[in-house]
């Protein structure tokens, strides 16, 4: 018996559906739509049941109002050729590397404000330029050594950059748990295709991590840094630090001392050199930054000026992020780089500009409205789904704040098959592909990346924390599909959940400020356009 589940499933248009187009099944999915209808219909939804349980016993969670809930995950894979996913890889790099040179210029010599590339006053007023980190380089040179580049794919099925991350970007342990969990429930599917894995992420980050050791350590202490078990993302610290082999630390475990940053242990005092941060910049010290912070450590960033520690990703990065700031990346990338980019962003209209101001508020019924410093969806007013109250309350925030927001059309994104109450539906999504960058030109790509989906019919705001839910991608090999060969099977099968501690702190501040802080970077950061 085989299934029927996708003989009545159609694309909604007029948004690019990834499996189907105007002549039929695309390639990429010609080979998995085959292996999969030779399944039952009660095979493929027992097995969508089973890969839901998994992440029940395994605790792969995310948080959803104030709780702890299960990673949805489809049992529908998303799929990318080889072809495309060298464009991708190759446009990320470019992304990268501008960022990095961006990132270096604003906290050092300013040539490009000299030059009118970007005006001066657009960095400085970004909330999270940070003046302390003026004149720091890490020794390296890098300031990004994780990355997360959301993209999108429009109409005609043309990926384009929606914004970038490079802060502390999360969600690359839902693309090592997902891939586990579809190997598990697909066999007969996975072992026909040749999949690029992804496997060797963790590797990847060491070390790229140890690289950015301060000059003259030739065996570094790693540690990753936590808010603590009530963040939202804990599960993915503690996953990287076990897959790493490295410490997983909080800001009470760390002493500031001399300008140097050690760690607690039995044994005494041990020198850590290279911290893997996964707190925000405003909690990571309180001597420079919020003062309420019990989630950092005093003196931190003072090591970090003297040269004795690494901070990963360096603090000031936010300022990259700023959505402004992602209107300017096209000249930015002619301008370091002397190259034209490889994917291309969003149109855009800058609302602080008067001339742009003026024909938003004319359209807020037909545009996307986004705060530039927004996170998890949260603030975004799509303009032709907001009510008159909610278009007039807008109006007035914009008014008032116009540096605070852009503008973007409303674009479809693609669409890919989705398990909806036992039936196949599409569902909108989106791909953050993530890049360690090691310093030296060495950037790499994790092949594939997280793609988010949003679950309710017709949403285009894909972030877990609105109810989004996720897919395994899978970037094939050149050639794509296997005749006889198994598959390897995936190194990590054991329970996660045996791994992560669960000691209850019991501190109402700390548990508020670890569940209030990194929000904005986790793999719930919203996508809408």
Known sequence: MTSGLFDD??????????????????????????QMRKLSDEEIRSRSD????????????????????PFPLDIVPRVLLYDEWVTVESGVKQRVKALEAFLDDVYTRGQLFEDGVVPRRVVISSPHFHRAMYGVRPPNGVHVQVAGID?????????????????????VSYVMTNRHALFSALPEVTNRHRIRPVENYPAKLLAALRAAAPAGVSDPTVVVLTPGVYNSAYFEHTLLARTMGCELVEGRDLVCHGGHVSIRTTRGLRPVHVIYRRVDDDFLDPAVFRSDSVLGSAGLINAV?????????????????????????????????????????????????????????????????????????????IGPKADKAELDDLRVKVIENPRGWIAQPVVQLSTVPTMIDGQMKPRHVDLRPFAVNAGGGDIFVLPGGLTRVALPEGQLIVNSSQGGGSKDTWVLARDGVRSRQRRTKPRVRQSIAAFVPREELGVEAVTRQQEQQQQQNQAGTETSC
């Open 305 to 381: 000026r003297a040269g004795n520690v690494t901070l990963a990703n360096s603090v000031g990065n936010g300022v990259a992020d700023d959505k402004l700031i992602y209107t300017y990346m096209p000249d930015i990338i002619r301008y370091y780089l002397s190259e034209e980019p490889i994917i291309p962003g969003v149109d855009t209209w800058r609302c602080e500009e008067p001339d742009q101001l003026e024909e938003v508020l004319d359209r807020l019924d037909e545009l996307v409205l986004k705060p530039v410093d927004g996170s998890g969806g949260k603030g975004i007013v």
């Open 9 to 34: 499933y159609a694309g909604s248009g007029p948004a690019y559906d990834e499996m189907l187009g105007g002549d039929g099944v695309r390639p990429a999915y010609s080979s998995v739509l085959r």
């Open 151 to 171: 993209l999108i794919r429009d109409n005609e099925g043309t990926f384009r950059v929606l914004e970038d991350n490079v802060r502390v970007p999360s969600g």
């Open 50 to 69: 089973y890969v839901k349980s998994t992440y029940v016993d395994q605790g792969v969670t995310f948080d959803f109002g104030g709780e702890e809930h």
